[in-house]
């Protein structure tokens, strides 16, 4: 089981920027694919990003893609989200997940990841 820990979440004007992490207590990161979803209230948890073990595979749901970066740094066992051009609609709670997995593919879908984080808040005003 992997320990998550997500970090960075704030209170950011329409148009700024906040880069999330999600520290991972776990001996090497490298057999996990990791991904960050968001929950805002009132609605359910949704996709946001994903990334392969070797980073080689990322894949962003359309409202995010080229204003959010997902990456990972194993050897510091820690998961970013850079987020840029950020937008009200984007307040919510993010969370990042993580799944053991032997094969190099990305995950989607919320109810394939093993172990997720407490959340941070983020929140976007107009």
């Known amino acids: 089981q992997v320990q998550l820990v997500e970090s960075g979440g704030g209170l950011v004007h329409a148009g700024g920027s906040l880069r999330l992490s999600c520290a991972a207590s776990?001996?090497?990161?490298?057999?996990?694919?990791m991904g960050w979803f968001r929950q805002a209230p009132g609605k359910e948890r949704e996709f946001v990003a994903a990334?392969?073990?070797?980073?080689?595979?990322?894949y962003y749901t359309d409202s995010v893609k080229g204003r959010f970066s997902i990456s990972r740094d194993n050897a510091k066992n820690t998961m970013y989200l850079q987020m840029n051009s950020l937008k009200p609609e984007d307040t919510a709670v993010y969370y990042c997940?993580?799944?053991?997995?032997?094969?190099?593919?990305?995950?989607?879908?919320?109810?394939?990841?093993?172990?997720w984080g407490q959340g941070t808040q983020v929140t976007v005003s107009s």
């Open positions: 990334i392969s073990r070797s980073a080689g595979m990322t």
């Open positions: 776990v001996r090497t990161l490298n057999p996990y694919a």
């Open positions: 997940a993580a799944k053991y997995t032997t094969n190099t593919l990305i995950v989607l879908t919320s109810s394939k990841y093993d172990d």
